[in-house]
Nanobody, 124 residues
């Protein structure tokens, strides 16, 4: 089992940057595939990006490709999301998620563990 706590959200102007962090409890962080999802008001939770256990493979939604970068530090039990060139449509609550065995990293239903979320607001 793993517990996840996100931080780093806030208010930023369009074109700005933010870095989100997701701190994981336990000594088995490196055994989990990790993902970031987001949910805007009135919309379904959507996939943003995911990373393999050792960080060698990363996956991105088309809407964030080239602007967002996912990374992890297994020694620090921490997942990161660097967000650059932010747009108003990136406004959402951002969640990190963990799952030991994934067949579809884009499907939120496959992730068993979730953080509480951190809000990101991008003003125009």
């Amino acid at each position: 089992q793993v517990q996840l706590v996100e931080s780093g959200g806030g208010l930023v102007q369009a074109g700005g940057s933010l870095r989100l962090s997701c701190a994981a409890s336990g000594r088995t962080f490196g055994t989990y595939r990790m993902g970031w999802f987001r949910q805007a008001p009135g919309k379904e939770r959507e996939f943003v990006t995911a990373i393999s256990r050792r960080g060698g493979n990363t996956y991105y939604a088309d809407s964030v490709k080239g602007r967002f970068t996912i990374s992890r530090d297994n020694a620090k039990n921490t997942l990161y999301l660097q967000m650059n060139s932010l747009k108003p449509e990136d406004t959402a609550v951002y969640y990190c998620a963990a799952e030991a065995d994934l067949s579809d990293y884009r499907n939120p239903n496959e992730y068993d563990y979730w953080g509480q979320g951190t809000p990101v607001t991008v003003s125009s």
